[in-house]
C-alpha cells in the first residue's frame, strides 16, 4: 500500500476516534450510539493499519507509535481529564466584580460534573447544554422578592427555584479558610447570597417545571444574572455538566482568591459522596469481648453481697 494511502488511513482514524470520543461523552443517546459506532470503525482502521506498517518499523519505533495511540484514544475518550486542585491561598479582595455585560445561560439541570460532549456543543439544546436555540427569556417568569435558601437556591413567592448551572455548598457542609480554620460555608453562602438580594426586584425564567415546590430557572436582579454574580463573588461554583458559561466567573473568584477561594474546600457533589461514605461506616462492637467485661464486673460486684 502508497504511503498516501497509509497517511489516509491514518487521517481516518484520528477524525473518526476523536469525534468518536466525544460523542460517547455527550449527554444525547443518540450521539452516544453514534460515537459508539465512530470509535469502533477507528480501532478496526487502527487495525489495519499497524498490520501493514509493523514490518517496517523497529521496535522502538512501534513503542512510541503504539504508546502515543494509546494516549490519543483515552484522551478522545475523556479518560484523561481530572479535577482542578483547589489550593488553599490567601483572600486579597473582598469585593464583588460583575460587569453589566452578563452572559447568554446555556444550560440545563445539573448532575455530576463533567464536560460536555462535542456533539451537544456543536448542535445545542436545552437538554444537552448547546447554546443553539436557548434563550431564557422564552421560558415563563416569576418576579418578586427573593429570599436565598442556599447560595444557589432562591425563593420567590413560595417557589423554590434552583440556580441553573451552578452549585453551592451545601447548608451542613463546613470548608477551611485561609488560615486552615473550619467554617460553615454552606452558611455563609446564603448569607452572601441574602445580603447581595436585599430590597432587589428578582426575576426568574422557570427553565424546568416546578416539582414538589421547586423549579430550576435563571434569574436576573437589576440586569444580573444572579448564578453569575453568586459565582462571581466565590460563593458558588460553575457546574459544567450541561455548561461552561460560568467559568469564566469561577476563575475569577479563584485567582483573586474570594469566598471559597480564600481557603479550602470540597465542590458540594463531592463533599455529598464523602458525606455517603461515611454513612455507609459501621462500628462493631466485639460481643466476647464486652461479655467478658460485664461477667468481670458481675463478679467484682459479687464480692460486696
Given amino acids: 500500500m502508497s504511503v498516501m494511502k497509509k497517511f489516509g488511513l491514518g487521517v481516518l482514524f484520528v477524525v473518526l476516534m ?22 469502533l470503525v477507528a480501532l478496526v ?4 493499519l499497524l498490520k501493514l506498517i509493523k514490518t517496517n518499523m523497529s521496535v522502538i519505533s512501534s513503542f512510541i ?27 486579597t479582595s473582598g469585593e464583588l466584580q460583575t460587569t453589566e455585560s452578563e452572559p447568554v445561560v446555556e444550560s440545563a439541570e445539573e448532575s455530576d460534573n463533567a464536560d460536555t460532549g462535542f456533539f451537544a456543543k456543536l448542535f445545542g ?55 486552615g480554620q473550619g467554617y460553615a460555608c454552606g452558611q455563609y453562602a446564603r448569607n452572601w447570597l ?8 428578582v426575576k426568574c425564567h422557570i427553565i424546568s417545571p416546578e416539582n414538589n415546590g421547586r423549579a430550576t430557572g435563571v434569574c436576573f436582579a437589576e440586569g444580573y444574572d444572579v448564578g453569575a454574580v453568586v459565582v462571581n463573588a466565590g460563593w458558588a461554583v460553575a457546574y459544567t455538566k450541561n455548561t461552561d458559561i460560568y467559568v469564566p466567573y469561577e476563575n475569577q473568584a479563584g485567582t483573586n482568591k474570594r469566598g471559597l477561594w ?44
Fill in 65 to 91: 507509535i503504539f504508546s502515543g495511540v494509546i494516549l490519543f484514544i483515552l484522551y478522545s475518550l475523556g479518560w484523561l481529564k481530572h479535577e482542578k486542585f483547589i489550593a488553599a491561598g490567601e483572600n
Fill in 262 to 305: 480564600a481557603g479550602s474546600f470540597y465542590r458540594p457533589w463531592d463533599w455529598k459522596k464523602l458525606q455517603q461514605r461515611k454513612s455507609n461506616i459501621k462500628i462493631e462492637t466485639n460481643s466476647s469481648v464486652g461479655s467478658a467485661v460485664e461477667d468481670s464486673f458481675d463478679g467484682i460486684m459479687g464480692v460486696f453481697k
Fill in 194 to 201: 441574602q445580603d447581595w438580594l436585599q430590597n432587589k426586584m
Fill in 125 to 179: 439544546s436545552i437538554g444537552n447544554g448547546g447554546s443553539s436555540g436557548f434563550n431564557p427569556e422564552d421560558y415563563p417568569a416569576v418576579e418578586g422578592r427573593a429570599n436565598a435558601v442556599t447560595g444557589a437556591m432562591l425563593s420567590i413567592k413560595g417557589l423554590h427555584i434552583k440556580l441553573l448551572g451552578i452549585e453551592a455548598p451545601y447548608m451542613q457542609q463546613t470548608c477551611a479558610d485561609k488560615f
Fill in 18 to 39: 476523536y469525534f468518536g470520543g466525544m460523542g460517547t461523552q455527550s449527554d444525547n443517546t443518540a450521539f452516544q450510539g453514534a460515537g459508539a459506532v465512530a470509535v
Fill in 45 to 48: 482502521l487502527l487495525f489495519a
